[in-house]
């Protein structure tokens, strides 16, 4: 044990904790004031529990920020008897109204931040703050370390100090009133403290309030010593000279955001009953902070504490952060492996002129995410890591991008505190922002509030994505890279992303679009071969010391292993398997080293397969685990059941959407949990299986399910083989039993009781208390395994049957879960696996019109499913028919209701002026519309998402057309040019000045190049782009006068008037194709018709 030297800060802390002066300082006839003994108030047990140990350990680590000057200076003006706090809080109110009085009779003002500062007001809310603490009563006082540390000695002699100039009193003033005000935020602060449970987030929230009560303490001694100085010295020098009241208010705001940004992700990691209490001491302290600052009402300074607290509404995916608790057991990188790598990556991090992105691609188990948590660790530790996201196929918010850039968003608040206000100001102004596209999810929640924030002192923050190729939308991989390049332009924070992939064409293709200026690239199969095994090598040679050690460490030494266990021959042998390949060598040791078995006995059974020959590298890595299953089971039919048991819940293991615990799993398969256990305790080599039963059971690596579900010659493997299809039809199944069984879904299933309730006042522990992980995940993707399972939706079935009995319970469920957005998207998938001209065909479309009409008031409130959205429905809607008895029954709208749904399919909302012209894409599965708000969007016809918003033009967008594959769109517009966009990622390809508004554009030479007004203009070939086959539809490019059309006020078909447009429907521009009709109208509206036989 090491001592600490006598003259270090914690030396004389252990000397001065265990003694105090417990009278207060009384006013110095001379600069110099008698010391006491202890720096720290030492506070007494509440009733609650709160020790004086405890309390001692905070103000220790506080003065632990402290210089020794500071130190000497509160102690010397510091008591600890709340009675002696009491008095002195009393005559420093005394002093404090005298200035009350000066200020007011003089009148008295001063410039602070731009704005005309009252010095009476700064006096009236020095005496509010004063009063707060005057009102703490001895029990509360006692446990509050902020009421008994503040050297209140100190501040009463500053308010009794004599003072004649005005700076000079402007400066105590402002100074005074900002460190009290702060003081009262600090123990709200602590007082939310002493609520939670142990966390890594208590302890980061922890931490910033030692640091923030380090700085207000640090302010106050200042001025104290400048008091000491004597009334000769002090006339020549204010206690704060103005701006050190400024940059003190700087800094404490800056802590007092990251403080906030803690504590609201304090609930995280919670379960349902802790997050409950925590949610209501948030509500509790919100209010407190509200009182706080509508007392401090007059500085701009303190504008960046405004930042709303709760920044936890922000959703984040769950586990794809390298330091989340699910991933806490990953592998790290060996000291001794990837040596040279690594000081590539740490070198492109330091250069300030280093390319904005370093992409590293390899192939498959080559080692990527264990050095993408190699490189995000280090980056914490330096206080460069911005942000990261690991995606990972199998988990539903890893695996898509609808959450990547929130959780980057999130992760930015936490390194770059000044960005609370912005990110949270673009979620007050637009809610629904996690469900819009990815580049206005980017501009808002990133780009803006970078730009916006100005020079920051956080250190060049860097974000770790692993992984991209397992984002399951090609064109999503494609429009994040463009959207991470364009970072590049920031001019107030350098930005830099480390990125990792298997070189997969999406990815190829995205960083060609952006070019190599933007981007460094390293391969991980261009490292030489020999480096490689040498990294294998170092990793089994380390991993074997390991299983030895805690081998020999629980057993008696005639049982132990041999020192130089298991030999270099069998080692090489190991290596040789492994390379290149660090998933083999990792999944061998996982085998090996298993708790369950003998490592001597588990090694050899390893090294028994190597012998067998004709076996592939994956077969020879997996099959040992899997064995295990049916060690020394001779009887047949016991075999085929262990083997079917494995395909059960390791097939359903491997193939669910999002993974589940075992207690959820058992719920889902209806296998007893022990069953399960079982099933698992041998496959702790391929599966990451926690101790929890509450935590997800994972894959280590993705390549295990490409094993389990491949074709094999092997007849081992084969045993073992997963048939996709036949599991995702089982688990399909097992969902809808789950939902239609006794505890599944059922109307008003959270009990609320009121129509009414908005889904934002629904407490998430109620919701999670009647639906269950099980039956949320039944409820989210069953439609997803029914998809999988190539199977086909006919009457009568167990599918149809659900949606007859079951359709608004699923859809009052999904609002409950927050997922209504997705209904849309999930009847779509539905009317694709319906077999036509049934009964449940016609259910089925008259749903997808039920989700089209309702959705927006069944996001807000869940239970209008049986109000509003049934009352409202067309008498000859099949789903108002068919759930008569679960309407509403208090009210009854009194006017005729249609007898059918309108003709109107869809109605768009987005443009914010006139719409000039719309036009299909070749598939027909988008549509653009251009309009006077100098925008182009691009729609989804079936679910009438806005997928892409093109800005860029300057002037009305007049004219469009997609390029022959629809990849491409280019628009022409009253700024005399034409622009070409691409349509994945919205970005502009070309801009062509053509000197006219009017022109005549088309694709020509298959898309390559465009005709404008008979020039041909080459497109740059930023990529290679892939052959794509399509069906060529008709061409829409200027309107017909074909079958479908407008005439006038009507819709026509075969030129007979069909329907009359009211006059907010009349187009300014449309086009039809088969049997609908885009209408594109002056009021901003794209509105979608379908033709009714």
């Given at each position: 044990m090491s001592l600490a030297t006598p003259g270090s800060k914690r030396s004389r802390l252990r000397q001065l904790l265990p003694f105090r002066s417990s009278t207060p300082p009384s006013k110095p006839s001379s600069p110099a004031a008698s010391p006491a003994a202890s720096p720290a108030p030492a506070t007494q047990s509440n009733a609650s529990g709160t020790s004086t140990a405890t309390q001692q350990d905070f103000q220790t680590r506080v003065f632990l920020h402290l210089s020794l000057q500071d130190q000497d200076t509160i102690q010397q003006h510091s008591v600890t008897k709340t009675t002696d706090v009491d008095a002195l809080v009393q005559q420093a109110l005394a002093a404090a109204r005298e200035?009350?009085?000066?200020?007011?009779?003089?009148?008295?003002?001063?410039?602070?931040?731009?704005?005309?500062?009252?010095?009476?007001?700064?006096?009236?809310?020095?005496?509010?703050?004063?009063?707060?603490?005057?009102?703490?009563?001895?029990?509360?006082?006692?446990?509050?370390?902020?009421?008994?540390?503040?050297?209140?000695?100190?501040?009463?002699?500053?308010?009794?100090?004599?003072?004649?100039?005005?700076?000079?009193?402007?400066?105590?003033?402002?100074g005074l009133e900002t460190a009290l005000y702060l003081s009262n935020r600090l123990r709200v602060y602590i007082e939310y403290l002493t609520t939670l449970p142990a966390s890594q987030a208590r302890t980061n929230f922890e931490t910033s309030l030692v640091e923030f009560y380090a700085l207000i303490l640090q302010f106050l001694a200042g001025a104290v010593r400048i008091y000491q100085r004597g009334s000769i010295t002090r006339a020549f020098d204010a206690f704060w000279r103005i701006e050190d009241v400024s940059a003190f208010e700087n800094a404490c705001n800056k802590m007092a955001s990251r403080a906030e940004i803690d504590a609201s992700i304090c609930d995280r990691d919670l379960n349902a009953t802790n997050r409950a209490a925590v949610k209501r001491q948030q509500e509790d302290l919100r209010q407190v902070l509200k009182q706080l600052e509508a007392i401090h009402l007059i500085r701009t300074g303190i504008d960046r504490l405004e930042a709303k607290f709760d920044l936890s509404k922000l959703p984040v995916a769950t586990g794809a952060a390298f330091n989340s608790h699910q991933s806490e057991h990953d592998a790290r990188c060996h000291p001794d492996t990837r040596v040279d790598l690594l000081r590539g990556i740490y070198d492109w991090a330091d250069d300030i002129d280093g390319k904005c992105i370093f992409w590293l691609r390899g192939s498959a188990g080559t080692g990527k995410s264990t050095i993408s948590r190699t490189v995000a660790e280090a980056f914490a530790n330096k206080g460069r890591l911005g942000a990261s996201f690991f995606f990972k196929r199998g988990e539903h918010d890893r695996e898509n991008a609808s959450l990547f850039f929130p959780t980057i968003a999130a992760g930015l608040v936490r390194h770059i505190p000044e960005l609370a206000t912005p990110i949270h100001q673009a979620i007050d102004e637009d809610p629904g922002i996690v469900r819009e596209t990815l580049?206005?999810?980017?501009?808002?929640?990133?780009?803006?509030?970078?730009?916006?924030?100005?020079?920051?002192?956080?250190?060049?923050?860097?974000?770790?994505?692993d992984a991209l190729d397992e984002c399951d939308r090609e064109g999503d991989i494609r429009t994040i890279l463009s959207l991470l390049a364009s970072l590049r332009r920031l001019s107030s924070v350098h930005i830099q992303v480390f990125l990792t992939s298997r070189p997969d064409l999406p990815i190829n293709l995205g960083f060609a679009q952006i070019g190599t200026e933007t981007h460094r690239d390293v391969a991980l199969h261009d490292i030489p071969p020999s480096t490689i095994r040498h990294d294998i090598s170092v990793y089994l040679e380390s991993e074997f010391q390991r299983i030895r050690d805690e081998h020999n460490s629980l057993w008696p030494r005639d049982q132990a292993l041999a020192p130089h266990w298991p030999g270099r021959q069998t080692l090489e042998s190991l290596i040789q398997l492994s390379d290149p390949l660090f998933i083999v060598a990792a999944t061998i040791s996982r085998f090996i080293g298993g708790s369950r078995g003998d490592p001597h006995d588990r090694l050899a059974t390893f090294l028994v397969q190597l012998n067998t020959g004709q076996m592939t590298q994956m077969e020879q890595t997996y099959l040992p685990a899997l064995r295990q299953i049916l060690v020394d089971v001779e009887e047949p039919k016991e075999k085929d059941k262990l083997c079917h048991d494995f395909r059960e819940i390791v097939g359903s293991i491997i193939l669910l959407a999002n993974p589940l615990s075992t207690i959820s799993l058992s719920q889902l398969l209806q296998i007893p949990r022990r069953k399960i256990d079982h099933q698992l305790r041998l496959l702790h080599s391929v599966l990451s299986v926690p101790s929890n039963p509450d935590m997800p059971v994972t894959l280590f690596h993705l390549s295990f399910r490409e094993f389990l579900v491949k074709e094999s010659n092997s007849d081992q493997a084969r045993l073992f083989a997963i048939d996709e299809s036949c599991a995702h039809t089982k688990l399909s199944d097992k969902c809808l039993a789950l939902l239609q069984s006794p505890n599944g879904l059922r109307k008003d299933i959270c009990q609320l009781q009121h129509p009414g309730v908005l889904r934002e006042d629904i407490d998430e522990t109620t919701v999670t208390e009647h639906i269950p992980p099980s039956l949320r995940y039944a409820c989210r993707y069953w439609v997803y395994h029914l998809q999988h399972s190539e199977q086909k939706i006919r009457d009568d079935d167990v599918a149809a049957n659900f949606l007859r009995k079951h359709f608004l319970h699923w859809l009052e469920?999904?609002?409950?879960?927050?997922?209504?957005?997705?209904?849309?998207?999930?009847?779509?998938?539905?009317?694709?696996?319906?077999?036509?001209?049934?009964?449940?065909?016609?259910?089925?479309?008259?749903?997808?019109?039920?989700?089209?009409?309702?959705?927006?008031?069944?996001?807000?409130?869940?239970?209008?499913?049986?109000?509003?959205?049934?009352?409202?429905?067309?008498?000859?809607?099949?789903?108002?028919?068919?759930?008569?008895?679960?309407?509403?029954?208090?009210?009854?709208?009194?006017?005729?209701?249609?007898?059918?749904?309108?003709?109107?399919?869809l109605t768009y909302e987005g443009h914010s002026s006139t719409v000039n012209s719309v036009v299909f894409s070749p598939d027909g599965s988008r549509v653009a519309s251009g309009a006077g708000d100098n925008t182009v969007r691009l729609w989804d016809v079936q679910t009438g998402a806005c997928e892409q918003t093109l800005e860029g033009h300057s002037n009305w967008v007049n004219s469009m057309v997609f390029s022959p594959d629809g990849s491409r769109i280019a628009s022409s517009?009253?700024?005399?040019?034409?622009r070409v966009w691409d349509v994945t990622t919205g970005a502009e390809l070309l801009c062509y000045n053509s000197h006219t508004y009017d022109n005549h554009i088309e694709f020509v030479d298959n898309g390559s190049n465009i005709l404008a007004n008979g020039q041909v203009i080459n497109i740059p070939q930023q990529l290679p782009r892939p052959t794509v086959t399509t069906t060529q539809s008709?061409?829409?490019?200027?309107?017909?006068?074909?079958?479908?059309?407008?005439?006038?006020?009507?819709?026509?078909?075969?030129?007979?008037?069909?329907?009359?447009?009211?006059?907010?429907?009349?187009?300014?521009?449309?086009?039809?194709?088969?049997?609908?009709?885009?209408?594109?109208?002056?009021?901003?509206?794209?509105?979608?018709?379908?033709?009714?036989?």
């Open positions: 200035k009350q009085t000066t200020c007011q009779a003089k009148r008295w003002t001063w410039k602070f931040h731009g704005h005309t500062v009252t010095l009476q007001e700064e006096a009236d809310n020095i005496i509010k703050w004063l009063d707060r603490f005057k009102q703490v009563g001895d029990v509360a006082s006692n446990v509050d370390p902020v009421h008994v540390g503040l050297p209140w000695a100190g501040i009463r002699l500053l308010l009794e100090a004599a003072i004649s100039a005005q700076s000079q009193m402007a400066a105590l003033l402002l580049r206005e999810q980017f501009e808002k929640l990133i780009y803006q509030p970078l730009a916006g924030i100005g020079p920051t002192s956080s250190a060049r923050p860097i974000l770790v994505i469920s999904l609002s409950l879960l927050g997922s209504i957005s997705e209904s849309v998207n999930l009847v779509v998938t539905l009317q694709s696996l319906v077999e036509e001209n049934g009964q449940i065909s016609a259910f089925i479309q008259d749903a997808r019109r039920f989700v089209l009409t309702f959705n927006l008031i069944l996001a807000q409130a869940p239970l209008q499913v049986y109000a509003s959205a049934w009352h409202f429905s067309p008498l000859a809607s099949i789903v108002r028919n068919d759930f008569q008895d679960q309407a509403l029954q208090c009210v009854r709208v009194i006017r005729e209701i249609p007898e059918r749904w309108s003709a109107c399919l517009s009253y700024d005399n040019t034409v008709p061409n829409f490019n200027l309107p017909s006068g074909g079958a479908f059309g407008v005439t006038g006020d009507w819709i026509t078909w075969s030129s007979q008037r069909v329907l009359w447009l009211p006059p907010e429907y009349r187009p300014t521009s449309w086009q039809g194709q088969s049997d609908i009709i885009v209408i594109g109208s002056g009021n901003g509206r794209v509105t979608f018709v379908r033709r009714t036989v």
